[in-house]
T-cell receptor, first 112, second 114 residues
Framework: KAGVTQTPRYLIKTRGQQVTLSCSPI?????VSWYQQTPGQGLQFLFE???????NKGNFPGRFSGRQFSNSRSEMNVSTLELGDSALYLC???????????FGSGTRLTVV | QQQVKQSPQSLIVQKGGISIINCAYE??????FPWYQQFPGKGPALLIA?????SEKKEGRFTISFNKSAKQFSLHIMDSQPGDSATYFC?????????????FGKGTKLSVIP
């Protein structure tokens, strides 16, 4: 059974640009969550999607957005990048969004 | 109210010893408590999880102890091995509709020395 796949693994962007990250969940999982991991703040919840609907949103500015497609794949977008957006962005999938979250290896975003 | 406090930040244990990591929470609505293990360059991997209706859960060398009245839970790694060297995160998720997010502790970096 394939795990959670995140692409790309690494990204370098310039301040002010925008970026789109992709996540393919485990087959059969309909819930996809996104987390930001930094050394200072740790793992912080961004948002969660289930059947193309956002059910939960964390305390991040509107520059952070996401969506989910009918095949459960998800993308997150960050616009007007800031230096502080440099982080490991993790996607997790689960069947219902309640338990058993499986994480991908993440996308390492560096903003210069 | 949403915080999960984890300690210690780092831990050094001899091979064969017991590693103990503790977490405390305030939000009584939390009803799912997983532990994750993360190696450098990888995402967190689910180790073991517990619901508040049990006080202990064991899977192999890993045991979660849960104290509902004290709002504390801990991870015990028995017979610790060098391959267990990783960062461990506790987490919690509240019950109820609209609560599909995990709140994580800050992590514990475990080093198991031969």
């Amino acid at each position: 059974k394939a795990g959670v796949t995140q692409t790309p693994r690494y990204l370098i962007k310039t301040r002010g640009q925008q970026v789109t990250l992709s996540c393919s969940p485990i087959s059969g999982h309909r819930s996809v969550s996104w987390y930001q991991q930094t050394p200072g703040q740790g793992l912080q919840f961004l948002f969660e999607y289930f059947s193309e609907t956002q059910r939960n949103k964390g305390n991040f500015p509107g520059r952070f957005s996401g969506r989910q497609f009918s095949n459960s794949r998800s993308e997150m977008n960050v616009s007007t990048l800031e230096l502080g957006d440099s982080a490991l962005y993790l996607c997790a999938s689960s069947q219902t969004g309640n338990y058993g979250y499986t994480f991908g290896s993440g996308t390492r975003l560096t903003v210069v | 109210q949403q915080q999960v406090k984890q300690s210690p930040q780092s831990l050094i244990v001899q091979k064969g010893g017991i590693s103990i990591i503790n977490c405390a929470y305030e939000n009584t609505a939390f009803d799912y408590f997983p532990w994750y293990q993360q190696f450098p360059g990888k995402g967190p991997a689910l180790l073991i999880a517990i619901r508040p209706d049990v006080s202990e859960k064991k899977e192999g060398r890993f045991t979660i102890s849960f104290n509902k009245s004290a709002k504390q839970f801990s991870l015990h790694i028995m017979d610790s091995q060098p391959g267990d060297s990783a960062t461990y995160f506790c987490a919690a998720r509240p019950s109820g509709a609209g609560s599909y997010q995990l709140t994580f502790g800050k992590g514990t970096k475990l080093s198991v020395i031969p």
